[in-house]
Antibody, heavy 125, light 111 residues
Framework: QVQLRESGPGLVKPSETLSLTCAVSAYSISSNYYWGWIRQPPGKGLEWIAT???????YYNPSLKSRVTISVDTSKNQFSLNLNSVTAADTAVYYC??????????????????WGQGALVTVSS | QSVLTQPPSVSGAPGQRVTISCTGS?????????VQWYQQLPGTAPKLLIYGNNNRPSGVPDRFSGSKSGTSASLAITGLQAEDEADYYC???????????FGGGTKLTVL
């Protein structure tokens, strides 16, 4: 069963860059799945950030696109998120997840079928 | 408009049936894109509950069911149990985002 685990600093200063990595185990990241990041501010709902395919195709939430980069490292079986120029509004639990169902349903029919446990990132000086 | 609207809260007594609605638009559900539902227990990551409008992953009880019509979708929970108390989110693809869109979430309280 696929497992995902987020890692990265829990505290980031305003205007700096938030960097997180999602390590994938028990499954090859190069298989026919997409991989994504979702965040959840404290006490609020879920917000999709970005999705990537192992080939490097990327998809970004337009509201964050100017500040976000998602990348994949197939040699380490992991993918990463960089969010620059952070503010307090970026404080959230960041989840990495696998987007399943795309083989049969295409990218638009995908669903997040496996999630990491989440990483709380606080933006504060 | 890229919004999936859910009621902030619903409640029901043990054994009862509750439904949670998810209203979208022609840029998402109304275009025919599938709807998914996730359950988030307190302090944990979301868990896939329903995919492809009305399909349950292995291990999800058949007390949970989904449906879709027009620009809306619904999650129904029958035989409500105390362990069902959680936040529930709908999700679909949105053409304006060119990506995934989540509803605002609904808190289910079991009385």
């Amino acid at each position: 069963q696929v497992q995902l685990r987020e890692s990265g600093p829990g505290l980031v200063k305003p205007s700096e860059t938030l960097s997180l990595t999602c390590a994938v185990s028990a499954y090859s990241i190069s298989s026919n799945y997409y991989w994504g990041w979702i965040r959840q501010p404290p006490g609020k709902g879920l917000e999709w950030i970005a999705t990537i395919f192992h080939s490097g195709s990327t998809y970004y939430n337009p509201s964050l696109k100017s500040r976000v980069t998602i990348s994949v490292d197939t040699s380490k079986n992991q993918f990463s998120l960089n969010l620059n120029s952070v503010t307090a509004a970026d404080t959230a639990v960041y989840y990495c997840a696998r987007l399943g169902g795309t083989l049969l349903r295409g990218f638009t029919g995908g669903y997040f079928d496996s999630w990491g446990q989440g990483a709380l990132v606080t933006v504060s000086s | 408009q890229s919004v999936l609207t859910q009621p902030p809260s619903v409640s029901g007594a043990p054994g009862q049936r509750v439904t949670i609605s998810c209203t979208g638009s022609t840029s998402n559900i109304g275009t025919g894109f599938d709807v998914q539902w996730y359950q988030q227990l307190p302090g944990t990551a979301p868990k896939l509950l329903i995919y492809g409008n009305n399909n349950r992953p292995s291990g999800v009880p058949d007390r949970f069911s989904g449906s879709k019509s027009g620009t809306s979708a619904s999650l129904a929970i029958t035989g409500l149990q105390a362990e069902d108390e959680a936040d529930y989110y709908c999700q679909s693809y949105d053409t304006s985002l060119s990506g995934s869109l989540f509803g605002g979430g609904t808190k289910l309280t079991v009385l």
